[in-house]
T-cell receptor, first 114, second 115 residues
Framework: AQSVTQPDIHITVSEGASLELRCNYS??????LFWYVQSPGQGLQLLLK??????LVQGIKGFEAEFKRSQSSFNLRKPSVHWSDAAEYFC????????????FGTGTKLQVIP | EPEVTQTPSHQVTQMGQEVILRCVPI?????FYWYRQILGQKVEFLVS????????KSEIFDDQFSVERPDGSNFTLKIRSTKLEDSAMYFC?????????????FGSGTQLSVL
């Protein structure tokens, strides 16, 4: 069965600083990988996804993530964080097959300070 | 962007009572899901639903849980006899197809508190 590990429960960065959120996955075949963001009082919103092709994927809100098979990682990055990026970020892996049963990580809460 | 809507946003119930959580998926979507997030824990898959039947369910989704699409627009999750450990944020989601790369659209959740 697939699993996802997000080792950082909470991260604080200064506005304008760069950001990297870590995600490691476990899955026997080529994984389908996602990053979702959850702002306070909101549902989960898809930032980006990877399932094949270029290992560097671009998402919404200036985020990108790089798939590294050798490290079983799919880290999320942003070159310059804005205060509105404060939220909880979830990495997720989807298995192949007909129905989308996505397994989420425990999330990383991002705090942005002025 | 189209939205999945969930009602109520917060539900408080007594242990042993039945609750129904309601969701209106995006109108042309065909696949529907419930996930839950216990405070401080990961978001967990509960069930997927397609063509008026359950297509997959997790170990969490036992006989106390049921889902229904009663009228072609609503998608409901019923917990027959709530337990304290059912307290969680419940998210409904929908997608156009059930493919593994398909984007899930999530609602903003219903916070269920069982007292």
């Amino acid at each position: 069965a697939q699993s996802v590990t997000q080792p950082d429960i909470h991260i604080t960065v200064s506005e304008g600083a760069s950001l990297e959120l870590r995600c490691n996955y476990s899955y026997g075949a080529t994984p389908y990988l996602f990053w979702y963001v959850q702002s306070p009082g909101q549902g989960l919103q898809l930032l980006l996804k990877y399932f094949s092709g270029d290992t560097l994927v671009q998402g919404i809100k200036g985020f990108e993530a790089e798939f590294k098979r050798s490290q079983s990682s799919f880290n999320l990055r942003k070159p310059s964080v804005h205060w509105s990026d404060a939220a909880e970020y979830f990495c997720a892996v989807g298995a192949g097959g007909g129905y989308q049963k996505v397994t989420f990580g425990t999330g990383t809460k991002l705090q942005v300070i002025p | 962007e189209p939205e999945v809507t969930q009602t109520p946003s917060h539900q408080v119930t007594q242990m042993g009572q039945e609750v129904i959580l309601r969701c209106v998926p995006i109108s042309n979507h065909l696949y529907f899901y419930w996930y839950r997030q216990i405070l401080g824990q990961k978001v967990e898959f509960l069930v997927s639903f397609y063509n008026n039947e359950i297509s997959e369910k997790s170990e969490i989704f036992d006989d106390q849980f049921s889902v229904e699409r009663p009228d072609g627009s609503n998608f409901t999750l019923k917990i027959r006899s709530t337990k304290l450990e059912d307290s969680a944020m419940y998210f409904c989601a929908s997608s156009l197809t059930g493919g593994p790369t398909e984007k899930l659209f999530f609602g903003s959740g219903t916070q269920l508190s069982v007292l």
